[in-house]
T-cell receptor, first 117, second 111 residues
Framework: GAVVSQHPSWVICKSGTSVKIECRSLDFQATTMFWYRQFPKQSLMLMATSNEGSKATYEQGVEKDKFLINHASLTLSTLTVTSAHPEDSSFYIC?????????????FGPGTRLTVT | QKEVEQNSGPLSVPEGAIASLNCTYSDRGSQSFFWYRQYSGKSPELIMFIYSNGDKEDGRFTAQLNKASQYVSLLIRDSQPSDSATYLCAVNTGGGNKLTFGTGTQLKVEL
């Protein structure tokens, strides 16, 4: 399968600071990248959809000014959590999608565990 | 009604048995269907996908799709303790590349 990397794998930051998470598709060009958040023992929650060269589309209830997404190339998307607060502590997972034989396949990165103190 | 529904479980099966995981979806226009496995504390891993009615086999895994009943399932033969995880059903709707996920079924394979 296709490989997606995320960096960092975990990060601890102080309340009020910003954190940037990188998502890379290593062996394919991703038409779209997605950002999810998952709280303990809960299901995946889609935050936003990101297409290369265009503005991200945010899901209802997700603050676009707080979660800044940049998708500068077909292999790289970044999520910046601005002015992070303890309630932003979560497992952030990106995925990358590409089209093969008319179908879109989506592969996940390993995730970034964010802890805000 | 949720768009993609799964029984949260836990589903417990003995080692060596067949585990059957089920998923229903509401959008009749859905075109492709995915099963992901997620271990605790890890990100989801794609197991297999299916888009035609019938069965699709890959090793110990078989996906089954019935579009008329809006039902997709995953069978795991010869279940192993290492199969213990949460299994997520995901459905591609609207013809785009966005997936709608179920809440997952927790599978426990017991020795």
């Amino acid at each position: 399968g296709a490989v997606v990397s995320q960096h960092p794998s975990w990060v601890i930051c102080k309340s009020g600071t910003s954190v940037k998470i990188e998502c890379r598709s290593l062996d394919f060009q991703a038409t779209t990248m997605f950002w999810y958040r998952q709280f303990p023992k809960q299901s995946l929650m889609l935050m936003a959809t990101s297409n290369e060269g265009s503005k991200a589309t945010y899901e209802q209830g997700v603050e676009k000014d707080k979660f800044l997404i940049n998708h500068a190339s077909l292999t790289l998307s970044t999520l910046t959590v601005t002015s992070a607060h303890p309630e932003d502590s979560s497992f952030y997972i990106c995925s990358a999608s590409y089209r093969l034989a008319g179908l879109y396949e989506q592969y996940f990165g390993p995730g970034t565990r964010l802890t805000v103190t | 009604q949720k768009e993609v529904e799964q029984n949260s479980g836990p589903l417990s099966v003995p080692e060596g048995a067949i585990a059957s995981l089920n998923c229903t979806y509401s959008d009749r226009g859905s075109q492709s269907f995915f099963w992901y496995r997620q271990y605790s504390g890890k990100s989801p891993e794609l197991i297999m996908f299916i888009y035609s009615n019938g069965d699709k086999e890959d090793g110990r895994f078989t996906a089954q799709l019935n579009k008329a009943s809006q039902y997709v399932s995953l069978l795991i033969r010869d279940s192993q303790p290492s199969d213990s995880a949460t299994y997520l059903c995901a459905v591609n709707t609207g013809g785009g590349n966005k997936l709608t996920f179920g809440t997952g079924t927790q599978l426990k394979v017991e020795l």
